[in-house]
C-alpha cells in the first residue's frame, strides 16, 4: 500500500504509514476501508490470521468488511504488527500517544545479507534499497535513535 520503501523522510507516505500504524493498533478499521480492501486481496490476510480466519469460517465475505474486522480486532486480548523499513524515529509520536498501549522489539539483519536478498527482487531498485551507503546510514540512523527511545520509554 506504501510502496517497497524505507519510511524515515518527514513527508506526506511516512506521516500517512505512521497515523495507518496508529489506526491499526487502535483497531480503528472503518476509517481504513480502503487498505481493508487491499488486504484482502493478498493470500496473507486470511493465512497469518488465524483469530479472523476463524471467525470467517463460515462466511469468507464478511472478513471484507472493515466494519466486521475492526470488532474482531477489538475483540483480541493480543495484537502484533510486523513493520518493516518504518525508521525509529517515527516511533516516537507513537509512544508519546497516550490512547495507545504497546511494546516494541526492534530486530535488526545483517546489512550485508539485507543487501544480498535485495539483489534477487526486482522490487527494489531505489537507492534507499540497494545502495549499500544509503541503506548503512539508514541503519546507522536506527541504532543512533535506539538508547534514547530505551531512556525515554524503558517499560515499551
Not at 493498533?25 to 493465512?47: D, H, I, Q
Not at 513493520?83 to 524515529?89: A, G, P, Y
Amino acid at each position: 500500500m506504501h510502496g517497497v520503501r524505507v519510511l524515515s523522510a518527514n513527508d506526506t507516505k511516512t506521516r500517512s504509514a505512521v497515523e495507518y500504524l496508529k489506526d491499526l493498533l487502535l483497531c480503528r478499521l472503518r476509517r481504513r476501508r480502503e487498505e481493508v480492501g487491499y488486504l484482502t486481496s493478498k493470500a496473507f490476510y486470511m493465512k497469518e490470521n488465524a483469530l479472523l480466519k476463524q471467525r470467517c469460517r463460515s462466511n469468507r465475505r464478511t472478513c471484507f468488511n472493515a466494519s466486521f474486522v475492526e470488532g474482531v480486532c477489538r475483540g483480541a486480548d493480543l495484537h502484533l504488527a510486523k513493520v518493516l523499513r518504518l525508521s525509529l524515529r517515527w516511533l516516537r509520536p507513537l509512544l508519546e500517544d497516550d490512547d495507545l498501549d504497546f511494546q516494541v522489539i526492534y530486530l535488526v539483519r545483517d546489512p550485508r545479507a539485507v543487501l544480498s536478498s535485495r539483489t534477487k527482487v526486482p522490487w527494489c531498485r531505489s537507492p534507499s534499497c540497494r545502495n549499500p551507503k544509503v541503506v548503512c546510514s539508514l541503519l546507522t540512523e536506527d541504532l543512533t535513535e535506539v538508547p534514547a527511545l530505551l531512556k525515554a520509554y524503558p517499560q515499551r
